[in-house]
Structures are given as structure tokens and as C-alpha cells.
């Protein structure tokens, strides 16, 4: 069975001399596993198309509960990625996360728009990559269900919490008075609102506002750190990212 569709490649690995074993988020199926024989060979139809964090049309056969890459060409190269190490870095940590949290085999479009959106962000350096991060982080974890409860303090319900508090283990805010927790860090007014703003923008949105100083270093710290806890994971990508992100 041929099945023509639009693929980001999440990952890839070399397989035998020519070959890639890839993880792709496609339009029609979610996550699912495929092999690009010859990828690697010199002039290969298929190799450009079938690099990591590449968007590209694919023609896949399935047989026997196995995709195989039978034609690719390339949508969107994301080009600044390859041109920046730490860009590079960024986008490598989108496609892990999205990789993590993708359900195999499910159809998710709102996850491909938020991993496709993002990685075009940094591609052509729209925004702060620390906000696009941050954005991302969070819309992530809303997107696969664990989206943060930061509509008013979750003890007395005041709409704008005084010194608010953002618990990484059950994603609620509150007021510094209302509550003690260990599990919890610090926000600001302007943190909350950003925060409160990626929860509920449209997609095509996503990371016009402004933020900077000290309320991007505390919006950024608590989505880090919320799908970390929320993942129960380490992510190598991140790691790596940090040996080159901006201070």
C-alpha cells in the first residue's frame, strides 16, 4: 500500500551502509517508523529530504507493519538550523520532545503545527529563542494534557495572585500567602501573563508578545522545568543546547 503524505523527521539513524532508519511525525498517521534505503548514497533522491528536522512530501509503502521511504522532496529545509549550532540544538530538543510525547500511529494535527511553527521561529530568528522555547514547552505539555491551571490562585481564586507561585507537580498557581510547597517556583506579573497568553493564543500567534529581563528568565525556568517534572525525563537534546544557548 502507497500512501502519500507530509512528514517532519523527528530523527535519524544510519542503517547498514546507505540506509536510514527514521522517526516521522506525519500529517495522516503521527508518529511511525520508516526506513529510506540508499538515503546515504551519493545523489540519492531521497537523502536531502530524509535529513533530520527536514519537512518534506513522502510517498511511504507499508507492508507487513513496515514503512519504507519510496519518493521524498523537500517542503521546508529549515536552513537556519543548519546554519547556527545553536539553533540547531534547539530544534534537536523540539523533535525530541515532540518525539517523547507523540502517540505512535495518531493523527495529532495541532502538535505538527506547534513543532513546525516553532522550528521556523528559530530557523529564521523571529523571536527570543528563549521565548520560543518557553512557548513551546508549554503549549507542549497543554497539548498532551497537562495543561498548567493558571486562571486564578487555585486556594482563594483571586484572578491576579499576589506574589504567585507555579506548582511543577500539579501545574496550578497560587498566591505565595495561600499555600506553602516545595514543588513550587516564582512568578511575576508579567511571567503569569505571558504564561496565561501561550495557553490561550491561536497557533499563528504563538510568540508575538513581548517579554524580557528578569520575566523571561522566570517564564523560561518555570516551562523548562514543568515538562521536565511533568515527563518524569531527561532530555540529552536540552543538555546539549544549554553548552550553546545565549546567557
Same mark, same amino acid.
Not at 542503517?15 to 511511525?32: C, V
Not at 517542503?75 to 502517540?103: Q, R
Not at 523571529?126 to 503549549?139: G, P, Q, S, T
Not at 518555570?222 to 531527561?234: D, F, I, P
Given at each position: 500500500?502507497?500512501?502519500?503524505?507530509?512528514?517532519l523527521?523527528?530523527?535519524?539513524?544510519?542503517?547498514?551502509?546507505?540506509?536510514?532508519?527514521?522517526?516521522?511525525?506525519?500529517?495522516?498517521?503521527?508518529?511511525?517508523? *520508516?526506513?529510506?534505503?540508499?538515503?546515504?548514497?551519493?545523489?540519492?533522491?531521497?537523502?536531502?529530504?530524509?535529513?533530520?528536522? @527536514?519537512?518534506?512530501?513522502m510517498?511511504?509503502f507499508?507492508?507487513?507493519?513496515k514503512?519504507? $521511504?519510496n519518493?521524498?522532496?523537500?517542503?521546508?529545509?529549515?536552513?537556519?538550523?543548519?546554519?547556527?549550532?545553536?539553533? #540547531?540544538?534547539?530544534?534537536?530538543? #523540539?523533535?525530541? @520532545?515532540?518525539? *517523547? %510525547?507523540? $502517540?505512535?500511529?495518531?493523527?495529532? &494535527? *495541532?502538535?505538527?503545527?506547534l513543532?513546525?511553527n516553532s522550528?521556523y521561529?528559530?530557523?529564521?530568528s523571529l523571536?527570543?529563542?528563549?521565548?520560543?522555547?518557553? +512557548?513551546?514547552?508549554?503549549? =507542549?505539555?497543554?497539548?498532551?494534557?497537562?495543561?498548567p491551571?493558571?486562571?486564578?490562585? +487555585?486556594? @482563594?481564586?483571586?484572578?491576579e495572585?499576589?506574589? &504567585?507561585?507555579?506548582?511543577?507537580?500539579?501545574?496550578t498557581? #497560587?498566591?505565595?500567602k495561600?499555600?506553602?510547597?516545595?514543588s513550587?517556583v !516564582?512568578l511575576? +506579573?508579567?511571567?503569569?501573563?505571558?504564561?496565561r497568553?501561550?495557553?490561550?493564543?491561536? &497557533?499563528?500567534?504563538?510568540?508575538?508578545?513581548? %517579554?524580557?529581563g528578569?520575566?523571561?528568565?522566570? %517564564?523560561?525556568f518555570?516551562?523548562?522545568?514543568? =515538562? %521536565?517534572h511533568q515527563?518524569?525525563r !531527561?532530555?540529552?537534546?536540552?543538555?546539549?543546547?544549554?553548552? #550553546?544557548?545565549?546567557?
Amino acid at each position: 500500500m502507497f500512501e502519500t503524505t507530509r512528514a517532519l523527521v523527528l530523527r535519524e539513524v544510519k542503517y547498514k551502509e546507505a540506509d536510514r532508519i527514521l522517526t516521522l511525525f506525519t500529517a495522516d498517521n503521527g508518529k511511525i517508523t *520508516a526506513k529510506a534505503r540508499g538515503a546515504l548514497r551519493k545523489g540519492s533522491r531521497t537523502g536531502a529530504a530524509t535529513q533530520q528536522l @527536514c519537512y518534506s512530501d513522502m510517498t511511504l509503502f507499508f507492508n507487513k507493519g513496515k514503512w519504507t $521511504v519510496n519518493e521524498a522532496t523537500v517542503i521546508e529545509p529549515f536552513d537556519g538550523l543548519k546554519e547556527d549550532i545553536a539553533a #540547531f540544538a534547539l530544534g534537536s530538543y #523540539f523533535a525530541e @520532545c515532540v518525539e *517523547a %510525547l507523540a $502517540v505512535e500511529d495518531q493523527k495529532d &494535527p *495541532a502538535l505538527l503545527s506547534l513543532a513546525l511553527n516553532s522550528l521556523y521561529a528559530v530557523s529564521r530568528s523571529l523571536y527570543d529563542a528563549r521565548l520560543v522555547k518557553a +512557548a513551546f514547552e508549554l503549549r =507542549l505539555m497543554s497539548l498532551s494534557g497537562y495543561r498548567p491551571a493558571a486562571e486564578r490562585c +487555585a486556594v @482563594c481564586g483571586a484572578e491576579e495572585p499576589e506574589e &504567585p507561585m507555579f506548582d511543577l507537580i500539579d501545574g496550578t498557581v #497560587f498566591c505565595r500567602k495561600c499555600r506553602a510547597s516545595g514543588s513550587a517556583v !516564582s512568578l511575576d +506579573a508579567a511571567s503569569l501573563a505571558a504564561m496565561r497568553r501561550v495557553l490561550n493564543a491561536p &497557533p499563528k500567534q504563538l510568540f508575538s508578545f513581548e %517579554l524580557g529581563g528578569e520575566a523571561l528568565i522566570t %517564564l523560561a525556568f518555570a516551562a523548562e522545568h514543568y =515538562l %521536565l517534572h511533568q515527563t518524569e525525563r !531527561s532530555f540529552g537534546t536540552l543538555e546539549y543546547y544549554k553548552q #550553546f544557548a545565549r546567557k
